[in-house]
């Protein structure tokens, strides 16, 4: 995980509370991506950004936005938190468009009541 | 949803052991990457397939990209008790650079 941090490490939230989760690299990566991790289901993609001020909408989407202001960072903020929403995310980044190598965070674990 | 079935689901290994894993999909893939995830800790990248029938090795795993391009397979060679954890296969599609996941093998340790 080095070089990929991720803020908070854990959080609880209410139902319809806000907050949003921050990931910052060091590595000089261009793509950056969120992902949630649920048991049994793998990884699955909700948004990626391909380069600075671009995003695109992955496999699950609904419920959360996202922001790339800078190549540094990546921001994913959950408007009115869901119970649905309690999982692990992690960020990742790959070197550009065409590197399919992903390199992962530590994951943040959130739980909705 | 989900689009690579990996199995087994889990495996217990006794140390010493060579095991191995597969993954497969009704769809041609691109890409396969294996990844390996410890508790707490997010996945890390193992080893990286770009062409159809290629096997490569990284210490005492190997993986090969099948030559249908719709599976692939992770072998772990004399198991040791710190393989223990969770592996990934990933897949690209040549949409964009993203990347789909299995559901996991879940490596544990033999009582």
């Known amino acids: 995980n080095a070089g990929v941090t991720q803020t908070p490490k854990f959080q609880v939230l209410k139902t319809g509370q806000s907050m949003t989760l921050q990931c910052a690299q060091d590595m000089n990566h261009n793509s950056m991506y969120w992902y949630r991790q649920d048991p049994g289901m793998g990884l699955r993609l909700i948004y990626y950004s391909a380069s600075e001020g671009t995003t695109d909408k992955g496999e699950v989407p609904n419920g959360y936005n996202v922001s790339r202001l800078n190549k540094r960072e990546f921001s994913l903020r959950l408007e009115s938190a869901a119970p649905s929403q309690t999982s692990v995310y992690f960020c990742a980044l790959s070197l550009a468009t065409t590197s399919y190598e992903q390199y992962f965070g530590p994951g943040t674990r959130l739980t909705v009541t | 949803g989900q689009q690579l079935n990996q199995s087994p689901q889990s495996m217990f290994i006794q140390e010493g052991e060579d095991v191995s894993m597969n993954c497969t999909s009704s769809s041609i893939f691109n890409t396969w990457l294996w990844y390996k995830q410890d508790p707490g800790e997010g996945p890390v990248l193992l080893i990286a397939?770009?062409?159809?029938?290629e096997l490569t090795s990284n210490g005492r795993l190997t993986a090969q990209f099948g030559i249908t391009r719709k599976d692939s397979f992770l072998n772990i060679s004399a198991s040791i008790p710190s393989d223990v954890g969770i592996y990934f296969c990933a897949g690209d599609k040549a949409a964009g650079n993203k990347l789909t996941f299995g559901g996991g093998t879940r490596v544990l340790v033999k009582p």
């Open positions: 397939l770009y062409k159809a029938g």
